[in-house]
Structures are given as C-alpha cells and as structure tokens.
C-alpha cells in the first residue's frame, strides 16, 4: 500500500477534481505491475495496472476505493471483478457520493475478499485535496512562506530577498509542480512582478490574481504565459487566456475554482496568506525557516488576532525536513483528512 | 579525535573556566586508553588517559594543546615526554597566553611528532565558551528559547504554558546541566516564581538574578537553594548563599561572574534575551520550534530592531534536531570559535 501511495503522488498537479490513486498488483508476495492515475480523463489505476499483466489470482492494493460509476473511464469495479482479482485491500473509502461504499460492496458481492482500511490515515493525507473538494466544495489552499527564526517574512524596510537559501527556494519552487494553481494578491503581483512560472507543464498551469483594487498593471510579467484568472479590476477584455470571476468573497472565490477544475491551489505568502488562514481556508502550511534573527521591526508572519495560548492554531501530521541549513516545517491545518 | 571531543563533553558544567578536553590513546590502530577534565582543579585530560596504561609507542589524541605551565596540576608536557608518546595529534592551539603554542614547542623538542589542527573547527566549537573566557574576558551566554512557528514566545494575555511539547521541555530542562548558571530577569523571577532548578550537582548550579528595581521578593522560590548572584536589591544580608555584584551593564556582569568562576551562564527567554542579543553578548541560541500559530497579536522574540535584511544575525554552525513534532535550531551568533 506504501508503493501504491508512493506511485499516485505522480499524478499531483494533473488529476484536477479527481483523486491520486496508485495500485499495486501482487501474486505470491511477489509485485507483478503498477499503475496510477496520470491525470484528469486518462486510466484510472486499477486499469493501468491490470493493463500489464495476463496473470490471475492476484491481489490487489489501491488507495482508494475502486469506482463503480460511469465517468469518463468505465467502473473499475467491472475489470477487477472482470481479471478475478482473488483479494482487494483498500487504503479508503471514497466519500463521493457516486461510489462511498458502493465499489466495495459489488467487489464483496461478486465473492472477492476485501480489506478496507490498509494505511488509511496515509491514504487520507494523501488525498486532503480532493477531500477538501468533495466536503467543502472549494478547491484546497496550501500556504507556503519562507520565515527567519524570529518568525519574520521581511525586515523593517520590506527587503525579503532572500530570508532563506537557494536550496530552500528552489525546493520551494519545486511545490508549483504538485498543484494546479498559484494565488496571488496585488501586492505580491505588483511590488516584485514576478512571472510565477512553474518548470513541468507550464502550458496547463494556472495564475490567480485576486485585484479588486485594479491596481495590477497589464503588462505584468505574470500574465504573460498560463491560464489567467482574475477576481477584481478587468485587464485586456480581449485576452482570451484570462478568465474573469465575481467571487463574493475568498471561500467563494475558491468555490468557483472547483468548480472550474481547480483543486489545488497554491499561496506563496503575503498578506493574502494570513487572510486565508484567518478564514479557515488554508489547508496545509508549508514554511521554510532560516537560522537568522530579523529583529523586532520586521514584518511579522501574523495569521489572525488569537487572544490566549489555546486559541492558537497547532499544525497536524507535521513533517521536518532539513534543506542544507534551512528547516522545512509542514503540517495541515483543517482536518478534512482526519474524520469521515 | 571525534571520540577525544565526544568524552571531553562529559565535564560540561564542571570545569568553570578550564576548557573540556578529552584524550584517546591509540596503539596499532586499537584505542588502549581514555581520559578527559573531569571537574576545575582534577586530572587533565591527558593524565587521565596515560594513568590507565603502562604500553610504549602511544599515539595520543587530545583535542586541545597541552599545557606546559604548572596550574593546579603539574604540566602535561612533561608527562608525554616521560612517558615517551611517539605521536600526538592536537584540535587546537590553546590561545591561553601561558600555553600558546608553547606546549607544542615543547613536544616537538623532544622529538614527538606534532600535528596540529585536527579536526580542528570543532575542536573550537566544543570550546567556544572557553575561548569567550579567554578572549573577551567575560562569562560566555547561551540563549534558551521556546517559539511557535510564527515566532511568537507568548500569546496576546500573556499566557505561554505551553508553546512546546513535554518533550522538548524536558530536552531543554537537561540543558541546564551544562552550565554553570542560570541567568533571569526579574520578570521571569517574579512572574511564574520558578525553582530554576537542574537535576544533576544541584548543590554546585548557580543561579543569577538581575533585579536593578528589587522587583523580586525574598520569599521567591528560587532563593532556596542553589548559590546565588544578584546584581540590583538587597535581599537577605545575612544569607550566605547569597552574593551580591555591583556591575556597569551587563557586559561588566559576564566579567564580574568570569573573575568569580563562573563561565558558561544559561539565560531562558524573556526579555533579557532580547537585550543580550542586542548587546552582543549571547554567543549561542537554541529554539525549540513548536508548529502553532499563536497570532499577530503574540508577543514576539524581538531581539533588536534592525532595519534591513541585509542587517540580519545569521546562526552559524547551525544544528537541526527532531524532538518529537517540535524542531530545536540551534547556533552561534559570536563568532569567537571561528578566528584565531
């Protein structure tokens, strides 16, 4: 089940609204084939998996519950029942309402032994982003922000390049590649122009603009490459590669991106970032922390107005990971992946 | 030499303004002995070792030059060449003015081989509160901290118990048995009315109360043991443990406790931190980082107001260790152990 987690986050940042699923094939505790889903529309899985082999008797391992629906690839339920698949150990069950509990119940009907639960907190954390779709309806928000020790994003005088090292922003720029989308405030669009590209497929990467002061100019570097989306001022009405949206407010906005097919969407720090956590929408935190002291007069990375110690916000199933002299600390910060 | 300076550690605490040594001997590739400074005024490293063995054609390995002075122990020098040592690798020179380069002298004109500079940045490292005793003439000062990922050491009221899990708080505690002292406010002091105690030698720790508006009453808990240092009000006269400095600032603090053999000082938080940082006076800090967010409103760890990034105190020499779900990021802000 761990290879069949490990082998689905290869689908991160193409599967849209669909969720990253791996499956492992085993006959004699020996590994046959594997598949996953590649991304939005193409094989799920299962498929891919059985598509390599001719062999019976197999068991199967899949993170998430095989679907029994038509969607845009036939019920894997079918081909699993199909091949005689002898046991099927599953990581979740999948609360879309089109298969939640149904896949199992046909594999179970048609005599095959199945374990539902394998690794299932993993299975879950894997898949927080469709989680976050399928019971909050609104695309999933990861905040990632590079901080010093003393808990600052930039010193007194608004210089914050660089707090942290190369390694550590080129790890970081890396995170584009496992999402759908960046976000982005004015501040951040206007102050430093930057191009937010991303190095894998930047033909389907996706650049949300939040600018309901109309203030980003029209010859931003960002717009000059992706998909646009824009939530305030118009820009050039006749470039096609922008789309506009009226969004009531930040959980709407998110709201509308799902159901554009925007399921995960990445924050690099800034105002909006604190916005986001105050409002209850960001997801999951990524922070790199340099070993420096900015002092007292930097600008802090502020979340919300707590009041005492038990307001405050702890991170859940954080991960540690040292970057040269620079420290990764991640964790989640809704917990759509923790209860069913 | 990695195992002369892993057993030299073993004096931490103990041997007031004496360096930690460690000592290996080695023969046909086999370590024969092991020694190391126990406490100020017993055995030196290298005594320790060659006392545990009669075998000829010694390599030894020692992580600071030998001293070829008479202090409270004869000097080591003599003893190697007595004991006909065929080789003798050094960490370091000892910047002690009556060693110095004179030890080394000594060996070599009796026909020992020499090598100096193994493993020698942490050999100094190892030494740094050493060399800040030696070079600046005062108590070297190492920084405890707890903080929340958005560096924060209290909330909004005040409240701070706990920012960090049992876990660290409990690493963090057994640091104190590596000092000498503890260095408090009369904030900390007066606020939660800590014992500020240590579990091993309580009746050497030593605990050291900055009070300039005799702020801290008499009957405060961490009077009751322990010997104590208060530069400011007058508690108790007739308290023996008690002992009273008369300093300028706090710099001639640090001097005034090296005179009185006091030379590595823990200071826990607290605004005294700040001021020590700003001062440049702490030569090390250690966080434990706990992943929460405790809010804008948090009270910082502010420790000077510089006003650019390029004006930032980095760490050097950083450590990173896991405790549990907190990361401890430690290093040096003086640089002390870095230039000869």
């Keep these: 089940?761990?290879?069949?987690?490990?082998?689905?986050?290869?689908?991160?940042?193409?599967?849209?609204?669909?969720?990253?699923?791996?499956?492992?094939?085993?006959?004699?505790?020996?590994?046959?084939?594997?598949?996953?889903?590649?991304?939005?529309?193409?094989?799920?899985?299962?498929?891919?998996?059985?598509?390599?082999?001719?062999?019976?008797?197999?068991?199967?391992?899949?993170?998430?519950?095989?679907?029994?629906?038509?969607?845009?690839?036939?019920?894997?339920?079918?081909?699993?029942?199909?091949?005689?698949?002898?046991?099927?150990?599953?990581?979740?069950?999948?609360?879309?309402?089109?298969?939640?509990?149904?896949?199992?119940?046909?594999?179970?009907?048609?005599?095959?032994?199945?374990?539902?639960?394998?690794?299932?907190?993993?299975?879950?954390?894997?898949?927080?982003?469709?989680?976050?779709?399928?019971?909050?309806?609104?695309?999933?928000?990861?905040?990632?922000?590079?901080?010093?020790?003393?808990?600052?994003?930039a010193a007194c005088d608004g210089t914050s390049q660089w707090i942290t090292s190369k390694k550590s922003r080129s790890d970081g720029k890396k995170m584009r590649n496992r999402y759908d989308a960046?976000?982005?405030g004015s501040g951040t669009a206007s102050k430093d122009n930057p191009v937010l590209n991303r190095s894998l497929r930047p033909e389907s990467w996706k650049k949300i603009l939040i600018d309901r002061k109309n203030k980003v100019k029209e010859s931003s570097r960002m717009f000059k490459n992706g998909k646009i989306y824009i939530w305030g001022g118009a820009k050039n009405k006749l470039n096609k590669k922008i789309k506009y949206l009226e969004a009531k407010n930040l959980k709407n906005l998110l709201e509308l991106l799902r159901k554009d097919g925007v399921q995960s969407v990445l924050c690099e720090g800034g105002k909006l970032s604190s916005e986001l956590i105050k409002d209850n929408l960001a997801d999951k935190i990524v922070t790199y922390i340099s070993p420096k002291l900015i002092g007292s007069k930097g600008l802090g990375f502020s979340p919300a107005e707590w009041k005492t110690l038990s307001d405050s916000r702890k991170l859940s199933d954080v991960g540690i990971t040292k970057i040269g002299e620079d420290v990764k600390v991640e964790g989640y910060l809704t917990n759509v992946h923790r209860n069913n």
Tied chains: 1, 2.
């Design 182 to 184: 960046i976000l982005v």
């Design 1 to 153: 089940m761990l290879e069949a987690i490990r082998i689905a986050k290869k689908g991160k940042g193409r599967t849209k609204t669909n969720p990253l699923v791996g499956c492992v094939l085993v006959k004699n505790n020996e590994i046959i084939a594997k598949g996953y889903h590649s991304s939005y529309g193409k094989k799920h899985a299962e498929i891919d998996a059985l598509n390599k082999t001719k062999e019976q008797g197999l068991t199967l391992y899949v993170n998430l519950e095989p679907c029994c629906h038509h969607g845009k690839t036939p019920p894997c339920v079918d081909e699993i029942i199909k091949r005689k698949v002898k046991t099927v150990f599953i990581g979740m069950k999948d609360p879309n309402k089109e298969v939640n509990g149904q896949g199992l119940k046909k594999l179970k009907q048609a005599g095959i032994k199945v374990h539902q639960g394998c690794l299932e907190h993993e299975s879950r954390l894997l898949n927080y982003s469709y989680l976050t779709g399928i019971k909050k309806n609104r695309a999933s928000v990861t905040i990632k922000v590079a901080i010093s020790l003393d808990g600052k994003v």
